[in-house]
């Protein structure tokens, strides 16, 4: 017996999803390039091959336009997240992969720290209204919890950090390396997106994650004595004041006799 067939779609909701798409992906660069309220529908309209009118259409105005391309940016790092096989990994490593995924997402793609920064700047506007729509925050952190809790049995993990700090800590991280990639830069001369240093960075990341949340260090990740890994004076060896003093009383006198 032959499969049956699927349906094909029809032409002209292929053509919509397409025009939909190319809509958001052109509404996404402008508004990460010139904030919401610098954006113009106008010149949206003009980047694509629609109409002003048919962008009021799909989405209903530049509000509804602005939340679709917030919507869709958040959904992108909750899909790449959702992606990560955790059951298959130990604990330290999925935890260890999280972080890379959202390292490797954000550096793919600017524009969604960039929109992100912009919200921050009007307070989160209008992500409060998206988060009334979508859930934003769940996926990611239940597969956090799933991962610590994991962790926590096989007493590989601390206790008194919970998923909302573990994906504060990563964001922090990666959300830093792109969004402050320009004024880190003119400061302190090194490009935090430089290919060069990406290995460095993306390890550097995973093993921050990894080293704080560790009940004792993971094997491989023993932490130096910070002297010695910062080749700073052991202030250890330091003499005590009182041996201090006597050397100095010492000197005097050699220099008296």
Known sequence: ???????????RARDAGRTRTEILDVATAEFAARGYDGARVDEIAALTRTTKRMIYYYFGGKKQLYIAVLE??????RSAEREVRVDDLDPLTALRRIAEVTFDHHEAHPDFIRLVSIENIHHAEHVKELVTLVDLSGPVISLLTEILERGRAEGLFRADVDAIDV???ISAFCVFRVS???????IFGRDLV??????HYRAMCGDM????????????????PDSERLGAPNHRTRPAPERRATTRTRRRIDRTT
């Open 209 to 224: 994650i990894v080293r704080y949340l560790a009940a004792s260090p993971p094997p491989g990740l023993e932490a130096e």
């Open 194 to 199: 430089d290919p060069d240093r990406h290995d």
């Open 180 to 186: 402050n990639r320009h004024t880190f830069g003119a």
């Open 167 to 169: 994906h504060m800590m």
């Open 72 to 77: 869709r940016a958040y959904v992108r790092i």
């Open 1 to 11: 017996m032959s499969a049956a067939r699927v349906p094909e779609m029809p032409e």
